[in-house]
């Protein structure tokens, strides 16, 4: 949350992620450049450089594959939810590596002329027509500058400032880049002349990524189907959303109404409360998260609500829809009409049974 | 073709860094008031962006400007 900007905001979560981020790509380059040293000797040898830019590429692609899996697996299992908590200092990571691969080849692939390199990088090869012959880097020139507008926006000030909607649309452009890659790398293999087990391997990570997004998608769905169902009891505004006893003591459950927007509602000591999914930071399902210290915990990046009023505990300025919430016998009954952000509702009381 | 493509990306950049530096030192306070007193790191972080976005945060700037003389 948010009351001065602090350059990286450090924990001790963050702290350890990030040394593993770092002993992760360390390990990786040193083995793929140590294997590649003694698996292609004489007159196979590969070239310093070549192997260096192979090291950094192959790193920065697995990366992105890690970064684009955290998004559903997060979703399906939430033992994966502390990979996605500081997962824009993966996205930068991988930035750095690939700027790194990028630098090299276009050093060594095009710095040895008379034209200046990134002239010869887009104006060498304008095979557009071909495909066996594209101008393959272009295409990861391309990738490369929206991964670096995505690293260079990932602080929270640029969350602030270009507003949530337009920052998510700029980030959700890593999917475009992913397809530049995808293409940037089978060209450059089929050019290349690579061995069959790289296109294999790409071929898997393209598999895997799109699978857990139409799981992770499709559970989704089945979740907004239930909410179709759901219809105002008895002519009024309120809505059955289940049992009380289907929501665990200090934890979150979601329900869709009419297919709308998500609520989120909490058990908290004995209460029930009702807010929107939407967590006011970068949209993550408040629903799957917790009530931790009296707080709506976002599963995130860990932003707090009080569940009776939607805002965040002060100094904090953060607030959320509410809405309007009341047990009859054991049935949780919601009124879906959104509160404006931060309207105190009185939590309804859960009898013991 | 290409280098004038490229010179104009070049442009762009340069005068981005021109107004970055500025923009850094002085422009996030009055544009966002949770960067009052934030450190020259955190300047300096925002400071790629600012140069890749910079037309939209002179807008910005400039609107901050006018709200702030005319009230
Ligand atoms: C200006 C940008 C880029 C240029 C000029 C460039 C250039 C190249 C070149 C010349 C190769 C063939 C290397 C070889 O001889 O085997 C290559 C391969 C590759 N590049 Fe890039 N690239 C760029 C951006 C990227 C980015 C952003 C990624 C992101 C992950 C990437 C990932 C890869 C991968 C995975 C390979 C295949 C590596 C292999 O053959 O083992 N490239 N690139
Ligand atoms: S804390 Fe980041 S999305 Fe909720």
Not at chain 1, 326 to 346: F, N
Not at chain 2, 44 to 62: E, H, N, Q, S, T
Request: proline share 5%; aromatic share 10%.
């Amino acid at each position: 949350m948010s009351v001065g900007y602090v350059t990286v905001q450090w924990n001790r979560h963050k702290r350890v992620y990030d040394v593993c981020i770092a002993i992760g790509i360390s390990l990786y380059l040193v083995v793929f450049i140590v294997v590649g040293k003694l698996l292609y000797t004489g007159r196979n040898a590969i070239s310093d450089p070549i192997l260096g830019m192979r090291a950094l590429a192959t790193c920065a692609f697995l990366l992105l594959h890690i970064i684009l899996c955290i998004g559903p697996l997060a979703r399906l299992d939430r033992r994966f939810l502390p990979l996605l908590y500081n997962r824009r200092h993966l996205g930068v990571a991988t930035f750095l590596i690939a700027l790194a691969h990028a630098a090299l080849a276009i050093g060594f692939y095009h710095g040895f002329g008379s034209v200046n390199p990134l002239v010869s990088l887009l104006s060498s090869n304008t095979n557009f027509a071909s495909l066996s012959a594209f101008p393959y880097q272009i295409l990861g020139a391309s990738a490369l500058l929206i991964m670096f507008l995505m690293a260079a926006t990932s602080h929270d000030f640029w969350l602030r400032n270009l507003g949530a909607p337009a920052w998510k649309r700029l980030h959700m452009l890593v999917y475009v880049a992913y397809a530049l890659l995808i293409m940037h790398v089978a060209l450059g293999i089929l050019q290349t002349q690579r061995s069959p087990w790289l296109a294999a391997l790409v071929g898997a990570g393209v598999v895997t990524v799109a699978a857990l997004h139409i799981v992770a998608g499709a559970r989704e769905c089945r979740h907004d189907e239930r909410g179709w169902q759901r219809a105002p009891a008895g002519g009024g505004c309120w809505v059955d959303v289940g049992a009380v006893d289907e929501i665990a003591d200090q934890c979150g459950a979601t329900v869709t109404i009419g297919g709308r927007e998500r609520i989120a509602l909490f058990r908290h000591n004995g209460r029930v409360s009702a807010a929107t999914n939407v967590c006011a930071h970068q949209g993550g399902p408040l629903g799957e998260g917790r009530i931790i210290d009296g707080c709506i915990t976002c599963p995130w990046h860990g932003w707090q609500y009080r569940p009776a009023d939607g805002r965040s505990p002060p100094p904090f300025t953060e607030k959320i829809n509410t809405y309007r919430v009341r047990i009859v016998g054991r049935r949780v009954q919601v009124d879906p009409t959104a509160l404006p952000p931060g309207t105190a509702v009185e939590p309804a009381r859960v009898e013991e049974a | 073709m290409v280098v004038a493509i490229l010179l104009t990306i070049g442009l762009y950049a340069a005068i981005g860094a021109a107004f970055g530096i500025l923009f850094a030192w002085r422009g996030v306070d009055r544009i966002d008031p949770a960067a009052h007193g934030a450190s020259w790191t955190f300047r300096l972080l925002i400071l790629p962006g600012v140069i890749a976005l910079w037309p939209l945060l002179m807008m910005r700037w400039r609107g901050a400007a006018r709200t702030r003389d005319s009230s």
